[in-house]
C-alpha cells in the first residue's frame, strides 16, 4: 500500500514539473500581453506629452523621476513596460505605475486609460494632467484596490461614480484642486467599507464630518488636511485599533475637543491645526503609548500639560507650537528620552526651563521661543550641555537674562542658533566665540540691542545671518562677503554705513535673499556687475543713500522682489527681469516717462517721484498686475481705455495727484478683483462711468478733486464691499433723494461729499441704512486696516478745516462730510442712530432748525463741525456726553441760551462758538442770567433785555427772599440789561448755608 502511495505521488510530482516547465517555456516565448491592451497603452502614451517639470516634486520625497513611457516600444511585450504589470495566466493589465513620469497633458473622458477593467492598482501621482476632473471613467475599474491620483493636477468636480469602487482599500487624491460634489464625500464613506487608506489633503470636501468614518475598523491611515471639514469633531471614544496615522490639519473651521482614543490604540502619528480645537488636554492622552508624532500647532488648546505626558516614550516628535498652553513645563517631559524634535514656541509657557529636559539627549531641534520662560540664561544652556545631537535652538522672545556663556561651544553640532527678540539677553556686542562656531550654518539675532561694529567671522559654513532690527553701526565687515555657501543676508535697520561697490557681492553664488534696508548706505557699481547674485530671488535696498542712475541689473532670471524705496534714484537703465513680480521704487528722484514694468509684474508702486509724460497702453501688457500704484507724479494726458480692464488680478490703481484729464476708463472686467480705485486730485470729467456696477469687490472709490459733472451715484449702493466713496470738490449736483434699493451702502464707513452742489434735504433714508456705522463693538473687532498686508490704503480727511492724510484707514475709522453744498431743511434725528461714527461735518450748508438732541448717542464721535448755517436754539444738554470729542465747531449759526458744561465741553475755546450772538456761558465772555429753574426753558435762554425778572427775585424764596428782590429791584431801577455775576451769586449761597436753618436748604441754585 505504500509502495503505490509513493509511486502515484511520483507520477503527480513529474506531471506537475512536466507543466511547470511547459508554463514557463510557453512564458518566455510567447508574448503575454494582449494585442489590442498593448495598442491601448501605446495610444495612452500618444495623448500625453513629456516634459520633467511635470515632475519636479519628485526630488523632495527622494523619488526618482523619468519618463516611464519611453519603454513603451511597439512590436514588445507590454507586461514588460516600465510601470506595467500583468496578470501572468491571463496576461491582463492588473497595474499601472507612471508615477513621477513627467507626464503633461489631459485625461479625457474617451481615453483608452479606461480601457483596462482589470486594473488592481492606479497610480499617476506626481505629474501634470493639466486641470483634468476625476471622471465617471474612473469609477469603472471594479476590481482596483488601490488609487494614487496625488500631486497630479486635477481639478473640477469628482465624479459620484469613484464611490461605485468598493474594493478600493486605499485613495489617495492629495494636493490637487478637486472637490467633492454635495454629499458626493458621505456616500464615499458610506460606500468604500474595506479602505485602509484615505488620503484628500486639499481636496475640498466642505462638509461636517461624518461619525461613520470613525467606525470603519480596517482604517489604518486617515488624512483630511484644509479639506473645508466643520461642525464638531466626536466627542466618543474612537475604536479603531488599527489606525496610526491621523491628520486633520487646517480644517479652520473644524472643532472639538482632544480627540478621546480607547487604550487598545495603534497610534502613532496625530496632527491637529485649528484654533476651534480647544480645551485642556486630557489625563488620558498617556494612553497613546505608540505614538511618534505628536502635533498640535496653532490650536485653541490652554492649560498646562498634563504629567502624563512622560507615558508617551516612543515619542519623537513633539509640536505644541502656537497654541495657549501656560504654566511651567512639567518634569516629566524629561522622560521622552526618544524625542529628537521639541517645539514649545509661540505658547504662554513661563518660570524656568525644568533640569530634566537634559535627559533629551537624542534631541536634535528644539524651539522655546516667543513664550514668557524666565532666568539666567547661562543656566539655560547648562541645562542643554549634553545635547551633543543638537542641530537647531530657538530661544528668541523670551525674558532671559545674562550674557550668553561660551559653554555654547560644548553644543558641537549646532547648526542652527535663534536668540531673537530678547531684549534682556544682549544689550552688547555680540559674544566673540559665536564666530568661532565651526558647525553654525544659521544664526538669528534679530530684534535684539546689540551695538557696536560686526566681528570677523572665521568659517565660511554659515548660509543665514539675521541681524536686523539691532543698533550695529560701522561698515559691513569683509570676511561677511567671503562666506561662499550665504543663503540669506538680513541686516536691515541697523546704523551701518558707507559705499558698498556691488563687487563686494563677488562670490555670493547662492544668495537668494539680501536686506540692507533702512541703514544708511551707499552703493557703486562696477562694469560686470550684471553677473554678480546671478540666483538673487528677493533684494531689499530702500530707505538708504543711494543715488543716481541705477544699473546693476542682477538677476536677470531669478529676481522677483526688488524694494529701492525711499533713496535717490533718479532713472534706470532699463527693466531686464523676466520673473519679476514685486517691483516697489516709490519715494525716489525717478524723472522723465513713465517705466514700463515687465509683465510678469504684480505689484508696481513709482508714487511720490517726479515722473512726467502720458501712460504708454503698453503698460496693459502685464496681464498679472495687481497692484499699480502711479500716484503723486507728474504724469498727465488722457488715461488708456485699457487700464480698467487689462488684469484678472488688478485690485488697486492708484492715480492720485497727477494731471490726466478726460474721462475714466469706462470698461471693467467681468469678475474683476478691483478693490481700490483712486483717481483723487487731477483733472477727470465726464460722467461717473456705470461699468463701476460689476466691480463687486470694490471697497475704496475715491474721486475727489476732479471736474466729474454728474448726480449722485445712488447705483452704488449696491456694492457690498463698498467701505470707503470720496466725491468730494467736483461739479455733482442736485438732490440725493431717495434710495433705489432697500439697505444700500451697508458696508460704507467714510462718506466725503464735500464742496459739491448737491441740495434739498439731507438723505435720511440713505443715513438710515449706514450699518457700518452703528453699534461697532471694538472690544469684539479685529482691529486692521483696509488694505492688503503689502498694500494698504490711504486717505485725506478734513477736519476743523484742516487736511490731514491718513496713510492707513482702521477699519474702525468712520465719517460723514457733507460740508460745503446747498443742503437746506432740518437735520435728520436718525443720525444719532450712527452711534459709532467718529466724524461729522455738516458745515457750509443752509440747515435750519435746532440740533437734534439724538446727538447724544454718538457715544464714539470725536469731531464735530455745524458752523455756517442757520441753526437756532440750544446746544442740547446731552451733548455733554460726549467724552472722545476732541474738536467742536459750532461758529456762525444762531444759536442762544446756555452753553453746556462738563466734560468735553469745558475744553473747548470762544472758535467753536462764534458769531452765535444768543450764547452766553464759558468759555465765552458773555456771561448769563441764572435760573432757579433745573432746566431752563427755551424762553429763558433768550437774551435777559432788561425789566424785572422774577426768576432772579424768587431764587432766594424763604431766608434769601430779601436778596433776591433787592437784586431785583436793583436790577428795575437801573434798566440796563444787566446779567447776574457768579461771584455775587456765589456769595448768596454763601450766607444762605450760614443761616443753618431747614428752609434755607432749599434756597438758591445757579444754572
Same mark, same amino acid.
Given at each position: 500500500?505504500?509502495?503505490?502511495?509513493?509511486?502515484?505521488?511520483?507520477?503527480?510530482?513529474?506531471?506537475?514539473?512536466?507543466?511547470?516547465?511547459?508554463?514557463?517555456?510557453?512564458?518566455?516565448?510567447?508574448?503575454?500581453?494582449?494585442?489590442h491592451?498593448?495598442?491601448?497603452?501605446?495610444?495612452? #502614451?500618444?495623448?500625453?506629452?513629456?516634459?520633467?517639470?511635470?515632475?519636479?516634486?519628485?526630488?523632495?520625497?527622494?523619488?526618482?523621476?523619468?519618463?516611464?513611457?519611453?519603454?513603451?516600444?511597439?512590436?514588445?511585450?507590454?507586461?514588460?513596460?516600465?510601470?506595467?504589470?500583468?496578470?501572468?495566466?491571463?496576461?491582463?493589465?492588473?497595474?499601472?505605475?507612471?508615477?513621477?513620469?513627467?507626464?503633461?497633458?489631459?485625461?479625457?473622458?474617451n481615453?483608452?486609460?479606461?480601457?483596462?477593467?482589470?486594473?488592481?492598482?492606479?497610480?499617476?501621482?506626481?505629474?501634470?494632467?493639466?486641470?483634468?476632473?476625476?471622471?465617471?471613467?474612473?469609477?469603472?475599474?471594479?476590481?482596483?484596490?488601490?488609487?494614487?491620483?496625488?500631486?497630479?493636477?486635477?481639478?473640477?468636480?469628482?465624479?459620484?461614480?469613484?464611490?461605485?469602487?468598493?474594493?478600493?482599500?486605499?485613495?489617495?487624491?492629495? /494636493?490637487?484642486?478637486?472637490?467633492?460634489?454635495?454629499?458626493?464625500?458621505?456616500?464615499?464613506?458610506?460606500?468604500?467599507?474595506?479602505?485602509?487608506?484615505?488620503?484628500?489633503?486639499?481636496?475640498?470636501?466642505?462638509?461636517?464630518?461624518?461619525?461613520?468614518?470613525?467606525?470603519?475598523?480596517?482604517?489604518?491611515?486617515?488624512?483630511?488636511?484644509?479639506?473645508?471639514?466643520?461642525?464638531?469633531?466626536?466627542?466618543?471614544?474612537?475604536?479603531?485599533?488599527?489606525?496610526?496615522?491621523?491628520?486633520?490639519?487646517?480644517?479652520?473651521?473644524?472643532s472639538g475637543?482632544?480627540p478621546?482614543?480607547?487604550?487598545?490604540?495603534?497610534l502613532l502619528?496625530?496632527?491637529?491645526?485649528?484654533?476651534?480645537?480647544?480645551?485642556?488636554?486630557?489625563?488620558?492622552?498617556?494612553?497613546?503609548?505608540?505614538?511618534?508624532?505628536?502635533?498640535?500647532?496653532?490650536?485653541g488648546?490652554?492649560?498646562?500639560?498634563?504629567?502624563?505626558?512622560?507615558?508617551? #516614550?516612543?515619542?519623537?516628535?513633539?509640536?505644541?507650537?502656537?497654541?495657549?498652553?501656560?504654566?511651567?513645563?512639567?518634569?516629566?517631559?524629561?522622560?521622552?528620552?526618544?524625542?529628537?524634535?521639541? /517645539?514649545?514656541?509661540?505658547?504662554?509657557?513661563?518660570?524656568?526651563?525644568?533640569?530634566?529636559?537634559?535627559?533629551?539627549?537624542?534631541?536634535t531641534?528644539?524651539?522655546?521661543?516667543?513664550?514668557?520662560?524666565?532666568?539666567?540664561?547661562?543656566?539655560? *544652556?547648562n541645562?542643554?550641555?549634553?545635547?551633543?545631537?543638537?542641530?537647531?535652538?530657538?530661544?528668541?522672545?523670551?525674558?532671559?537674562?545674562?550674557?550668553? %556663556?561660551?559653554?555654547?561651544?560644548?553644543?558641537?553640532?549646532?547648526?542652527?542658533?535663534?536668540?531673537?527678540?530678547?531684549?534682556n539677553?544682549?544689550?552688547?556686542?555680540? $559674544?566673540?566665540?559665536?564666530?568661532?562656531?565651526?558647525?553654525?550654518?544659521?544664526?538669528?539675532?534679530?530684534?535684539?540691542?546689540?551695538?557696536?561694529?560686526?566681528?570677523?567671522?572665521?568659517?565660511?559654513?554659515?548660509?543665514?545671518?539675521?541681524?536686523?532690527?539691532?543698533?550695529f553701526?560701522?561698515?559691513?565687515?569683509?570676511?561677511?562677503? #567671503?562666506?561662499?555657501?550665504?543663503?540669506?543676508?538680513?541686516?536691515?535697520?541697523?546704523?551701518?554705513?558707507?559705499?558698498?561697490?556691488?563687487?563686494?557681492?563677488?562670490?555670493?553664488?547662492n544668495?537668494?535673499?539680501?536686506?540692507?534696508?533702512?541703514?544708511?548706505?551707499?552703493?557703486?557699481?562696477?562694469?560686470?556687475?550684471?553677473?554678480?547674485?546671478?540666483n538673487?530671488?528677493?533684494?531689499?535696498?530702500?530707505? !538708504?543713500?543711494?543715488?543716481g542712475?541705477?544699473?546693476?541689473?542682477?538677476?536677470?532670471?531669478t529676481?522677483?522682489?526688488?524694494?529701492?524705496?525711499? !533713496?535717490?534714484?533718479?532713472?534706470?537703465?532699463?527693466?531686464?527681469? #523676466?520673473?519679476?513680480h514685486f517691483?516697489?521704487?516709490?519715494?525716489?528722484?525717478?524723472?522723465? %516717462?513713465?517705466?514700463?514694468? $515687465?509683465?510678469?509684474?504684480?505689484?508696481?508702486?513709482?508714487?511720490?517721484?517726479?515722473?512726467?509724460?502720458?501712460?504708454?497702453?503698453?503698460?496693459?501688457?502685464?496681464?498679472?498686475?495687481? *497692484?499699480?500704484?502711479?500716484?503723486?507724479?507728474?504724469?498727465?494726458?488722457?488715461?488708456?481705455?485699457?487700464?480698467?480692464?487689462f488684469?484678472?488680478?488688478?485690485?488697486?490703481?492708484?492715480?492720485?495727484?497727477?494731471?490726466?484729464?478726460?474721462?475714466?476708463?469706462?470698461?471693467?472686467?467681468?469678475?474683476?478683483?478691483?478693490?481700490?480705485?483712486?483717481?483723487?486730485?487731477?483733472?477727470?470729467?465726464?460722467?461717473?462711468p456705470?461699468?463701476?456696477?460689476?466691480?463687486?469687490?470694490?471697497?475704496?472709490?475715491?474721486?475727489?478733486?476732479?471736474? =466729474?459733472?454728474?448726480?449722485?451715484?445712488?447705483?452704488?449702493?449696491?456694492?457690498?464691499?463698498? &467701505?470707503?466713496?470720496v466725491?468730494?470738490?467736483?461739479?455733482?449736483?442736485?438732490?440725493?433723494?431717495?434710495?433705489?434699493?432697500?439697505?444700500?451702502?451697508?458696508?460704507?464707513?467714510?462718506?466725503d461729499?464735500?464742496?459739491n452742489?448737491?441740495?434739498?434735504?439731507?438723505?435720511?433714508?440713505?443715513l438710515?441704512?449706514?450699518?457700518?456705522?452703528?453699534?461697532?463693538?471694538?472690544?469684539?473687532?479685529?482691529?486692521?486696516? *483696509?488694505?492688503?498686508y503689502?498694500?494698504?490704503?490711504?486717505?485725506?480727511?478734513?477736519?476743523?478745516?484742516?487736511?490731514?492724510?491718513?496713510?492707513? *484707514?482702521?477699519?474702525?475709522?468712520?465719517?460723514?462730510?457733507?460740508?460745503?453744498?446747498?443742503?437746506?431743511g432740518?437735520?435728520?434725528?436718525?443720525?444719532?442712530?450712527?452711534?459709532?461714527?467718529?466724524?461729522?461735518?455738516?458745515?457750509?450748508?443752509?440747515?435750519?432748525?435746532? =440740533?437734534?438732541?439724538?446727538?447724544?448717542?454718538?457715544?464714539?464721535?470725536?469731531?464735530l463741525?455745524?458752523?455756517?448755517?442757520?441753526?437756532?436754539?440750544?446746544?442740547?444738554?446731552?451733548?455733554?456726553?460726549?467724552?472722545?470729542?476732541?474738536?467742536?465747531?459750532?461758529? &456762525?449759526?444762531?444759536l442762544?441760551?446756555?452753553?453746556?458744561?462738563?466734560?468735553?465741553?469745558d475744553?473747548?475755546g470762544?472758535?467753536?462758538?462764534?458769531?452765535?450772538?444768543?450764547?452766553?456761558?464759558?468759555p465765552?465772555?458773555?456771561?448769563?442770567?441764572?435760573?432757579?429753574?433745573?432746566?431752563?426753558?427755551?424762553?429763558?435762554?433768550?437774551e435777559?433785555?432788561?425789566?424785572?425778572?422774577w426768576?432772579?427775585?424768587?431764587?432766594?424764596?424763604g431766608?434769601?427772599?430779601?436778596?433776591?428782590?433787592?437784586?431785583?429791584?436793583?436790577?428795575?431801577?437801573?434798566?440796563?440789561?444787566?446779567?447776574?455775576?457768579?461771584? =455775587?451769586e456765589? !456769595?448768596?449761597?454763601?450766607?444762605?448755608?450760614?443761616?443753618?436753618?431747614?428752609?434755607?436748604?432749599?434756597?438758591?441754585?445757579?444754572n
Amino acid at each position: 500500500m505504500m509502495s503505490k502511495l509513493l509511486l502515484l505521488c511520483f507520477l503527480f510530482f513529474l506531471s506537475s514539473s512536466q507543466l511547470l516547465s511547459s508554463s514557463f517555456f510557453f512564458s518566455n516565448s510567447t508574448k503575454l500581453c494582449p494585442h489590442h491592451q498593448a495598442l491601448a497603452l501605446l495610444h495612452l #502614451k500618444q495623448s500625453f506629452s513629456i516634459d520633467n517639470s511635470s515632475s519636479s516634486e519628485c526630488h523632495y520625497y527622494g523619488v526618482t523621476s523619468y519618463p516611464k513611457t519611453e519603454s513603451w516600444k511597439k512590436g514588445s511585450d507590454c507586461c514588460s513596460w516600465d510601470g506595467v504589470t500583468c496578470d501572468w495566466v491571463t496576461g491582463h493589465v492588473i497595474e499601472l505605475d507612471l508615477s513621477c513620469s513627467w507626464l503633461f497633458g489631459t485625461i479625457h473622458s474617451n481615453t483608452t486609460l479606461f480601457l483596462f477593467p482589470h486594473l488592481q492598482r492606479l497610480n499617476l501621482t506626481f505629474n501634470d494632467f493639466n486641470g483634468s476632473s476625476v471622471s465617471a471613467g474612473f469609477g469603472r475599474f471594479s476590481s482596483l484596490t488601490h488609487l494614487n491620483l496625488s500631486y497630479s493636477g486635477f481639478s473640477g468636480l469628482i465624479s459620484p461614480e469613484i464611490s461605485h469602487l468598493s474594493n478600493l482599500v486605499s485613495l489617495d487624491l492629495t /494636493d490637487n484642486g478637486a472637490e467633492f460634489v454635495p454629499h458626493g464625500f458621505n456616500s464615499l464613506v458610506q460606500n468604500l467599507t474595506k479602505l485602509q487608506k484615505l488620503h484628500l489633503g486639499g481636496i475640498s470636501i466642505s462638509s461636517v464630518f461624518p461619525d461613520s468614518l470613525l467606525n470603519r475598523s480596517s482604517l489604518i491611515s486617515l488624512v483630511l488636511i484644509d479639506c473645508g471639514l466643520h461642525g464638531r469633531f466626536p466627542d466618543h471614544d474612537i475604536h479603531l485599533p488599527k489606525l496610526e496615522v491621523l491628520y486633520l490639519e487646517e480644517n479652520d473651521d473644524l472643532s472639538g475637543n482632544f480627540p478621546r482614543f480607547s487604550e487598545n490604540n495603534s497610534l502613532l502619528e496625530l496632527y491637529l491645526s485649528s484654533k476651534n480645537f480647544s480645551g485642556e488636554l486630557p489625563a488620558s492622552v498617556g494612553n497613546l503609548k505608540s505614538l511618534t508624532t505628536l502635533v498640535l500647532y496653532d490650536c485653541g488648546f490652554s492649560g498646562s500639560i498634563p504629567s502624563s505626558f512622560g507615558n508617551l #516614550k516612543s515619542l519623537t516628535t513633539l509640536d505644541l507650537s502656537g497654541c495657549g498652553f501656560s504654566g511651567s513645563i512639567p518634569s516629566s517631559i524629561g522622560n521622552l528620552k526618544s524625542l529628537t524634535t521639541l /517645539d514649545l514656541s509661540d505658547c504662554e509657557f513661563s518660570g524656568s526651563i525644568p533640569a530634566s529636559l537634559g535627559n533629551l539627549t537624542q534631541i536634535t531641534s528644539l524651539s522655546l521661543s516667543r513664550n514668557h520662560f524666565s532666568g539666567k540664561i547661562s543656566k539655560v *544652556i547648562n541645562v542643554f550641555n549634553n545635547f551633543r545631537n543638537l542641530i537647531s535652538l530657538g530661544l528668541s522672545s523670551n525674558n532671559f537674562s545674562g550674557q550668553l %556663556p561660551p559653554s555654547i561651544r560644548n553644543l558641537t553640532n549646532l547648526q542652527d542658533l535663534y536668540l531673537s527678540d530678547n531684549f534682556n539677553l544682549f544689550n552688547g556686542t555680540i $559674544p566673540s566665540f559665536l564666530y568661532t562656531l565651526p558647525s553654525l550654518l544659521r544664526l538669528g539675532l534679530s530684534h535684539n540691542k546689540l551695538t557696536g561694529h560686526i566681528g570677523e567671522f572665521q568659517f565660511d559654513s554659515l548660509e543665514a545671518i539675521d541681524l536686523r532690527m539691532n543698533e550695529f553701526y560701522g561698515s559691513i565687515p569683509s570676511s561677511i562677503f #567671503k562666506l561662499v555657501n550665504l543663503r540669506y543676508l538680513l541686516l536691515s535697520s541697523n546704523n551701518f554705513s558707507g559705499v558698498l561697490e556691488t563687487s563686494n557681492f563677488g562670490k555670493f553664488r547662492n544668495l537668494t535673499s539680501l536686506d540692507l534696508s533702512n541703514n544708511m548706505l551707499s552703493l557703486t557699481t562696477s562694469d560686470n556687475s550684471n553677473s554678480i547674485l546671478p540666483n538673487i530671488q528677493s533684494l531689499d535696498f530702500s530707505n !538708504n543713500n543711494i543715488s543716481g542712475v541705477w544699473s546693476w541689473n542682477m538677476g536677470k532670471d531669478t529676481l522677483w522682489y526688488l524694494n529701492l524705496s525711499y !533713496n535717490f534714484i533718479s532713472g534706470f537703465e532699463m527693466f531686464p527681469w #523676466k520673473s519679476m513680480h514685486f517691483l516697489d521704487l516709490h519715494s525716489n528722484l525717478l524723472q522723465g %516717462p513713465l517705466p514700463t514694468p $515687465p509683465n510678469s509684474t504684480f505689484f508696481f508702486s513709482v508714487s511720490h517721484n517726479k515722473l512726467s509724460g502720458e501712460i504708454s497702453s503698453s503698460i496693459c501688457k502685464g496681464s498679472s498686475m495687481g *497692484i499699480l500704484d502711479l500716484s503723486d507724479n507728474n504724469l498727465n494726458g488722457m488715461l488708456p481705455h485699457c487700464l480698467g480692464n487689462f488684469s484678472k488680478d488688478l485690485s488697486v490703481l492708484n492715480l492720485r495727484r497727477n494731471r490726466f484729464h478726460g474721462t475714466i476708463p469706462q470698461t471693467f472686467l467681468k469678475g474683476n478683483a478691483i478693490r481700490n480705485l483712486d483717481f483723487n486730485d487731477n483733472q477727470l470729467e465726464g460722467p461717473i462711468p456705470r461699468s463701476l456696477i460689476i466691480c463687486r469687490k470694490l471697497e475704496v472709490l475715491d474721486l475727489g478733486n476732479n471736474k =466729474i459733472n454728474d448726480t449722485f451715484p445712488h447705483w452704488l449702493g449696491t456694492l457690498p464691499e463698498l &467701505q470707503v466713496l470720496v466725491l468730494r470738490s467736483n461739479s455733482f449736483h442736485g438732490h440725493i433723494g431717495c434710495p433705489k434699493i432697500k439697505s444700500p451702502f451697508v458696508s460704507l464707513r467714510i462718506i466725503d461729499l464735500a464742496h459739491n452742489d448737491f441740495e434739498g434735504d439731507l438723505p435720511d433714508m440713505y443715513l438710515k441704512s449706514l450699518k457700518a456705522m452703528m453699534n461697532v463693538d471694538e472690544g469684539n473687532t479685529t482691529r486692521k486696516y *483696509i488694505g492688503e498686508y503689502y498694500y494698504q490704503d490711504s486717505i485725506m480727511v478734513t477736519i476743523k478745516g484742516l487736511e490731514i492724510e491718513f496713510v492707513k *484707514i482702521l477699519n474702525t475709522f468712520t465719517t460723514i462730510d457733507l460740508s460745503s453744498n446747498k443742503f437746506q431743511g432740518k437735520i435728520p434725528e436718525s443720525i444719532g442712530n450712527l452711534n459709532s461714527l467718529r466724524e461729522l461735518n455738516l458745515s457750509h450748508n443752509n440747515l435750519t432748525g435746532h =440740533i437734534p438732541s439724538s446727538f447724544g448717542n454718538l457715544k464714539s464721535l470725536e469731531s464735530l463741525d455745524l458752523s455756517s448755517n442757520e441753526l437756532i436754539g440750544s446746544i442740547p444738554q446731552q451733548l455733554t456726553s460726549l467724552t472722545f470729542l476732541e474738536v467742536l465747531n459750532l461758529s &456762525q449759526n444762531h444759536l442762544s441760551g446756555f452753553i453746556p458744561r462738563g466734560n468735553q465741553f469745558d475744553t473747548f475755546g470762544n472758535d467753536s462758538y462764534n458769531e452765535n450772538l444768543g450764547l452766553c456761558g464759558f468759555p465765552l465772555s458773555k456771561k448769563c442770567v441764572a435760573h432757579a429753574t433745573p432746566e431752563p426753558s427755551k424762553e429763558a435762554d433768550r437774551e435777559f433785555d432788561g425789566g424785572f425778572d422774577w426768576k432772579i427775585t424768587l431764587m432766594g424764596y424763604g431766608c434769601g427772599l430779601v436778596i433776591g428782590l433787592s437784586l431785583g429791584c436793583l436790577v428795575f431801577l437801573t434798566g440796563k440789561p444787566r446779567r447776574f455775576v457768579w461771584i =455775587i451769586e456765589e !456769595n448768596i449761597h454763601k450766607k444762605i448755608r450760614k443761616s443753618k436753618r431747614s428752609t434755607c436748604r432749599q434756597g438758591t441754585r445757579r444754572n
